[in-house]
Protein backbone atom coordinates (compact mmCIF):
# COMPACT_ATOMS: atom_id res chain seq x y z
CA UNK A 1 0.00 0.00 0.00
CA UNK A 2 2.78 2.27 0.66
CA UNK A 3 6.37 3.17 -1.22
CA UNK A 4 9.40 2.46 0.80
CA UNK A 5 11.02 5.78 0.88
CA UNK A 6 14.60 6.51 2.39
CA UNK A 7 14.73 8.67 5.24
CA UNK A 8 16.47 12.06 4.41
CA UNK A 9 14.58 14.77 6.70
CA UNK A 10 15.02 15.31 10.20
CA UNK A 11 11.05 15.74 10.61
CA UNK A 12 9.40 13.20 13.62
CA UNK A 13 9.56 9.43 12.68
CA UNK A 14 6.19 9.79 11.83
CA UNK A 15 5.59 12.25 9.59
CA UNK A 16 9.52 11.67 8.12
CA UNK A 17 8.33 9.65 4.70
CA UNK A 18 6.06 12.26 3.96
CA UNK A 19 8.45 15.24 4.57
CA UNK A 20 11.20 13.14 2.42
CA UNK A 21 8.28 12.16 -0.18
CA UNK A 22 7.26 15.78 -0.57
CA UNK A 23 11.30 17.06 -1.48
CA UNK A 24 10.95 14.49 -4.29
CA UNK A 25 7.75 15.01 -5.65
CA UNK A 26 6.56 18.63 -4.58
CA UNK A 27 2.68 17.99 -3.67
CA UNK A 28 2.38 15.13 -6.40
CA UNK A 29 0.28 12.17 -5.51
CA UNK A 30 3.71 10.33 -5.30
CA UNK A 31 4.26 12.84 -2.04
CA UNK A 32 0.67 10.75 -0.61
CA UNK A 33 2.47 7.43 -0.31
CA UNK A 34 0.09 5.41 -2.18
CA UNK A 35 0.51 2.98 -4.68
CA UNK A 36 -2.58 4.00 -6.92
CA UNK A 37 -4.67 6.86 -7.28
CA UNK A 38 -7.70 3.80 -7.48
CA UNK A 39 -6.66 2.35 -3.82
CA UNK A 40 -7.07 5.90 -2.15
CA UNK A 41 -10.52 6.45 -3.99
CA UNK A 42 -11.77 3.26 -2.77
CA UNK A 43 -10.91 4.20 0.91
CA UNK A 44 -12.58 7.35 0.54
CA UNK A 45 -15.67 6.08 -0.63
CA UNK A 46 -15.90 3.81 2.64
CA UNK A 47 -15.54 6.55 4.67
CA UNK A 48 -17.69 8.75 2.62
CA UNK A 49 -20.90 5.98 3.31
CA UNK A 50 -19.91 6.44 7.43
CA UNK A 51 -20.18 10.15 7.42
CA UNK A 52 -23.30 11.97 8.28
CA UNK A 53 -23.57 13.90 5.44
CA UNK A 54 -23.92 17.67 4.65
CA UNK A 55 -24.79 17.59 8.63
CA UNK A 56 -21.13 16.77 10.43
CA UNK A 57 -17.85 19.25 11.33
CA UNK A 58 -15.09 17.03 9.85
CA UNK A 59 -11.87 17.18 10.90
CA UNK A 60 -9.62 15.60 8.38
CA UNK A 61 -6.16 14.64 9.91
CA UNK A 62 -3.52 14.11 7.97
CA UNK A 63 -5.24 15.83 5.11
CA UNK A 64 -2.33 15.67 2.46
CA UNK A 65 -3.07 17.73 -0.55
CA UNK A 66 -7.18 17.39 0.59
CA UNK A 67 -7.95 14.59 -1.64
CA UNK A 68 -10.35 13.24 0.58
CA UNK A 69 -11.88 16.87 0.05
CA UNK A 70 -11.73 16.56 -3.01
CA UNK A 71 -13.40 13.48 -3.55
CA UNK A 72 -16.51 14.56 -1.31
CA UNK A 73 -16.79 17.48 -3.39
CA UNK A 74 -16.69 15.70 -6.88
CA UNK A 75 -19.47 12.95 -5.65
CA UNK A 76 -21.94 15.59 -3.81
CA UNK A 77 -20.99 14.71 -0.46
CA UNK A 78 -19.54 17.78 1.68
CA UNK A 79 -20.29 17.70 5.21
CA UNK A 80 -21.46 21.57 6.47
CA UNK A 81 -17.75 22.05 7.11
CA UNK A 82 -14.49 20.71 6.36
CA UNK A 83 -11.28 21.36 8.39
CA UNK A 84 -7.58 19.83 6.83
CA UNK A 85 -5.00 19.14 9.52
CA UNK A 86 -1.69 18.22 7.92
CA UNK A 87 2.42 18.97 9.62
CA UNK A 88 3.87 18.78 6.03
CA UNK A 89 3.92 22.42 4.51
CA UNK A 90 4.03 21.69 1.05
CA UNK A 91 0.91 19.50 1.79
CA UNK A 92 -0.58 22.28 4.08
CA UNK A 93 -0.40 24.58 0.98
CA UNK A 94 -1.30 22.56 -1.75
CA UNK A 95 -5.15 21.97 0.18
CA UNK A 96 -5.33 25.20 0.53
CA UNK A 97 -4.55 25.87 -3.08
CA UNK A 98 -7.63 23.32 -3.72
CA UNK A 99 -9.68 25.72 -1.52
CA UNK A 100 -9.39 28.25 -2.88
CA UNK A 101 -9.30 26.87 -6.38
CA UNK A 102 -12.69 25.31 -6.08
CA UNK A 103 -14.26 28.13 -3.97
CA UNK A 104 -15.16 25.76 -0.91
CA UNK A 105 -16.25 28.38 1.52
CA UNK A 106 -16.83 26.27 4.50
CA UNK A 107 -13.74 24.77 3.99
CA UNK A 108 -9.86 25.73 5.76
CA UNK A 109 -6.68 23.85 6.32
CA UNK A 110 -4.77 24.46 9.87
CA UNK A 111 -0.69 23.29 9.74
CA UNK A 112 -0.70 21.16 12.96
CA UNK A 113 1.08 18.26 13.97
CA UNK A 114 -1.93 16.24 15.66
CA UNK A 115 0.55 13.58 17.15
CA UNK A 116 2.83 16.10 18.34
CA UNK A 117 0.15 18.81 19.88
CA UNK A 118 -1.35 16.99 22.50
CA UNK A 119 -4.72 19.47 22.95
CA UNK A 120 -5.13 19.87 19.02
CA UNK A 121 -8.61 17.79 19.15
CA UNK A 122 -9.93 19.63 21.86
CA UNK A 123 -8.94 22.84 19.95
CA UNK A 124 -10.90 21.50 16.95
CA UNK A 125 -14.01 20.34 19.15
CA UNK A 126 -13.99 23.66 21.45
CA UNK A 127 -12.94 26.02 18.83
CA UNK A 128 -14.48 24.75 15.27
CA UNK A 129 -17.20 22.81 16.38
CA UNK A 130 -15.36 20.15 14.74
CA UNK A 131 -17.66 16.80 15.82
CA UNK A 132 -16.11 14.37 13.59
CA UNK A 133 -12.48 12.98 13.23
CA UNK A 134 -11.07 11.42 10.23
CA UNK A 135 -8.04 9.25 9.79
CA UNK A 136 -7.61 8.21 6.24
CA UNK A 137 -4.22 6.45 6.27
CA UNK A 138 -2.86 9.30 8.46
CA UNK A 139 -1.94 6.56 11.03
CA UNK A 140 0.03 3.91 9.14
CA UNK A 141 3.36 5.52 9.88
CA UNK A 142 2.96 5.29 13.61
CA UNK A 143 3.23 1.81 15.62
CA UNK A 144 0.03 0.10 16.82
CA UNK A 145 -0.02 1.58 20.54
CA UNK A 146 0.85 5.21 19.59
CA UNK A 147 -2.00 5.09 16.75
CA UNK A 148 -4.43 3.72 19.90
CA UNK A 149 -3.14 6.35 22.13
CA UNK A 150 -3.30 9.22 19.37
CA UNK A 151 -7.27 7.55 19.39
CA UNK A 152 -8.28 7.63 22.56
CA UNK A 153 -7.10 11.86 22.56
CA UNK A 154 -8.96 12.27 19.71
CA UNK A 155 -12.45 9.86 21.14
CA UNK A 156 -12.29 11.86 24.44
CA UNK A 157 -12.40 15.31 22.86
CA UNK A 158 -15.58 14.33 20.82
CA UNK A 159 -18.41 15.70 21.87
CA UNK A 160 -21.88 13.58 22.45
CA UNK A 161 -22.51 11.81 19.42
CA UNK A 162 -19.43 12.84 17.89
CA UNK A 163 -17.73 10.33 15.21
CA UNK A 164 -14.42 8.93 15.02
CA UNK A 165 -13.58 7.24 11.83
CA UNK A 166 -9.98 5.56 10.79
CA UNK A 167 -9.03 3.14 8.04
CA UNK A 168 -5.69 1.18 8.84
CA UNK A 169 -3.52 -1.39 7.38
CA UNK A 170 -5.13 -5.05 8.34
CA UNK A 171 -3.03 -8.11 9.68
CA UNK A 172 -5.96 -10.90 8.33
CA UNK A 173 -4.80 -10.70 4.67
CA UNK A 174 -6.48 -14.18 2.91
CA UNK A 175 -3.50 -16.62 3.15
CA UNK A 176 -1.33 -14.51 5.74
CA UNK A 177 0.21 -12.86 2.38
CA UNK A 178 1.05 -9.11 3.99
CA UNK A 179 3.75 -8.50 2.25
CA UNK A 180 6.19 -5.11 2.22
CA UNK A 181 4.49 -2.49 3.56
CA UNK A 182 7.09 0.02 3.54
CA UNK A 183 7.24 3.16 6.26
CA UNK A 184 3.60 1.92 7.10
CA UNK A 185 2.53 -0.69 9.93
CA UNK A 186 -0.41 -3.35 10.05
CA UNK A 187 -2.40 -3.10 12.93
CA UNK A 188 -3.99 -6.50 14.74
CA UNK A 189 -7.18 -6.14 12.64
CA UNK A 190 -9.19 -7.77 16.03
CA UNK A 191 -7.62 -6.24 18.84
CA UNK A 192 -8.28 -2.86 16.85
CA UNK A 193 -12.21 -3.55 16.89
CA UNK A 194 -11.76 -4.92 20.38
CA UNK A 195 -10.36 -1.41 21.03
CA UNK A 196 -13.43 0.49 19.72
CA UNK A 197 -16.51 -1.84 21.09
CA UNK A 198 -14.57 -1.37 24.56
CA UNK A 199 -15.18 2.10 24.11
CA UNK A 200 -18.84 2.11 22.69
CA UNK A 201 -20.87 -0.33 21.74
CA UNK A 202 -21.90 2.33 18.21
CA UNK A 203 -19.22 0.62 16.07
CA UNK A 204 -19.34 0.10 12.23
CA UNK A 205 -16.88 -2.49 10.66
CA UNK A 206 -15.48 -2.57 6.42
CA UNK A 207 -13.09 -5.00 5.90
CA UNK A 208 -14.52 -6.04 2.55
CA UNK A 209 -12.84 -3.64 -0.03
CA UNK A 210 -9.21 -4.19 -1.02
CA UNK A 211 -8.93 -7.97 -1.08
CA UNK A 212 -8.62 -7.66 2.63
CA UNK A 213 -5.53 -5.41 2.79
CA UNK A 214 -7.31 -2.66 4.88
CA UNK A 215 -10.29 -1.94 7.00
CA UNK A 216 -12.07 1.00 8.32
CA UNK A 217 -14.19 1.61 11.77
CA UNK A 218 -16.36 4.36 12.45
CA UNK A 219 -16.99 4.99 16.47
CA UNK A 220 -20.35 7.08 17.63
CA UNK A 221 -19.93 8.55 21.30
CA UNK A 222 -22.82 7.63 23.07
Given at each position: ?????K????????????ADAARAHGSG???????????QKKRFEVIAQMIDQGQCICADLGCGRADLL??????????????GIDGIPDMYAAAQAVIQDRALENAQCILADFVADATLFQ????????????????????????????LDRAWSALPFNGL???????????GGDTGETG???????LAMLDWALERTPLVRFRHDYLDGHDATIRMQKP
Open positions: MFKKQPKSDAPTYLRPYFGTMLWRSPEGTYLADTGRLPQAYLKLAADHDADTFIFSGSLNTLEEPRAKALLIFNFLSDRVPPAYRFKT
